[in-house]
């Protein structure tokens, strides 16, 4: 096995622990969760890594899960690159849907769990 599979698999894993993480404290603890991701006058360079492999993780998820909703679709639809290999168009696809949707996923799980706190409050306050 090579290092740069070794770092790879490690940055994936991560990546899918801090996912888990993210969707874990917004169901669990949305009040701490909500606090937490409000960015004040900065972020430290932790909360940036955290944020980033929690978008990392659901991007590595929407492109696996978009390939896979696209198993129709031939391999052989797509184009030659120059060493004459056939890229997928669904490669294509599925890259794209990651890029594009993972940002506004991250921001519904936050919606979700700051509504979820709201409903805590008003729960908790009688009203």
Not at 66 to 75: G, I, V
Request: hydrophobic share 50%.
């Amino acid at each position: 096995m090579s290092v740069a599979s070794m770092i790879a698999g490690a940055i994936s894993t991560a990546s899918l622990i801090a996912l888990i993480h993210y969707v874990c404290s917004a169901h669990f603890e949305p009040q701490a969760f909500v606090r937490r991701a409000h960015v004040q006058s900065g972020m430290s360079p932790l909360k940036w890594i955290y944020s980033g492999l929690a978008w990392m993780g659901l991007a590595i998820m929407l492109y696996g899960g978009t390939q896979s909703a696209l198993f129709w679709m031939p391999d052989d639809w797509g184009w030659a690159d120059e060493e004459g290999d056939i890229q997928p168009l669904k490669t294509f696809i599925a890259a794209g849907a990651a890029v594009l949707l993972t940002f506004p996923a991250l921001g519904f799980i936050y919606r979700a769990a700051a509504d979820r706190w709201d409903v805590i409050e008003r729960n908790s306050t009688g009203s």
